[in-house]
């Protein structure tokens, strides 16, 4: 009974010990980083001839009106920004000349961040989706940045191979983060990578379509899962039909791609945010509101 009562007394103890230990616990744990995702506007591209999105000719005769999306992620004090859209030097009126893609671009990403009272300057990190010139427009505008690319994007577009260029993905887009010099302005990563340890945001490695492209999961708190499509697919119709466009690296990988995309966005219960489907892009916040 005495050895009972000792038990006892010690669990008691125990239990008068335990809450404020969880509360010292709770004071030191760092409160969850602030989560946003913001839609900013990186370009038109009407598509002449929509053909080119398909290799098994889907499309013949078609045309469609696509946008160029880039993703502003607030990841606590960070900022990172993904994909960065047409060249600024894109006009502002459709340009005609560039047939099969009809290009225009009615705001660059400096003039966006104003609304959110931030400069070039402030952007901590450009995460590129892959190296396609709609994507790396802009890269070269952030001075501090890191540029986050999956190394064998940044292998081939560095190669300066005719391959690279003929898949328009010239080295000059990512000018800033390449050569020896540069050499701490650049994250290469080699598949999925956990970036800041809390599963958000996670570039998504896609190879197929380029050699090293990436999808981005973000995780937001009140909407949940996003996934920005990195190119997987175009449009949402290309998505349903498992589309590979008539410019594409690897057929196989593509699929295989497309499969593994699939199945995170069914196992997340992740919305599918289709960088180049203006519905997509339509539903979300304009600047400054976004998403979280
Ligand atoms: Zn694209």
Request: aromatic share 8%; hydrophobic share 40%; net charge negative.
């Amino acid at each position: 009974m005495k050895k009972l009562f000792s038990a006892l007394l010690t669990a008691l103890a125990l239990a008068a010990v335990a809450p404020s230990a969880h509360a010292q616990e709770k004071k030191d744990a760092k409160p969850a980083p602030e989560i946003r995702l913001y839609h900013l506007d990186c370009g038109n591209i009407t598509v002449t001839d929509l053909n080119v999105f398909s290799d098994t000719d889907a499309y013949i005769g078609k045309s469609k009106d696509l946008v160029a999306s880039c993703y502003l992620i607030k990841h606590g004090e960070d900022w990172l920004l993904w994909d960065t859209g047409l060249p600024a030097s894109t006009p502002r009126l459709a340009d005609v000349t560039t047939r099969p893609f009809i290009l225009s671009l009615q705001e660059t990403i400096p003039e966006q961040l104003k609304k959110l009272d931030l400069k070039p300057e402030d952007i901590d990190y450009i995460g590129i989706s892959h190296g396609h010139f709609d994507h790396t427009g802009q890269a070269n505008a952030f001075p501090n940045a890191r540029l986050i690319i999956q190394q064998a994007e940044y292998d081939f577009m560095t190669g300066q191979t005719e391959t690279a260029m003929n898949y328009h993905m010239p080295a000059e887009a990512i000018a800033n983060y390449v050569g020896e010099a540069a050499k701490e302005k650049r994250m290469l990563l080699s598949g999925d990578t956990n970036i800041y340890g809390d599963g958000t945001p996670k570039p998504i490695s896609l190879p197929g379509h380029t050699p090293g492209r990436m999808a981005l999961l973000v995780v937001l708190p009140k909407t949940g899962p996003v996934v920005l499509s990195g190119d997987q697919w175009h449009f949402e119709e290309n998505r349903k039909w498992n589309g590979v466009p008539s410019f594409n690296y690897n057929r196989a990988d593509t699929l295989a791609s497309s499969d593994k995309l699939n199945k995170l966005i069914k196992n997340r219960h992740a919305r599918i945010i289709i960088q180049h489907d203006p519905l997509d892009n339509a539903k979300l916040p304009a600047l400054p509101e976004y998403l979280n």
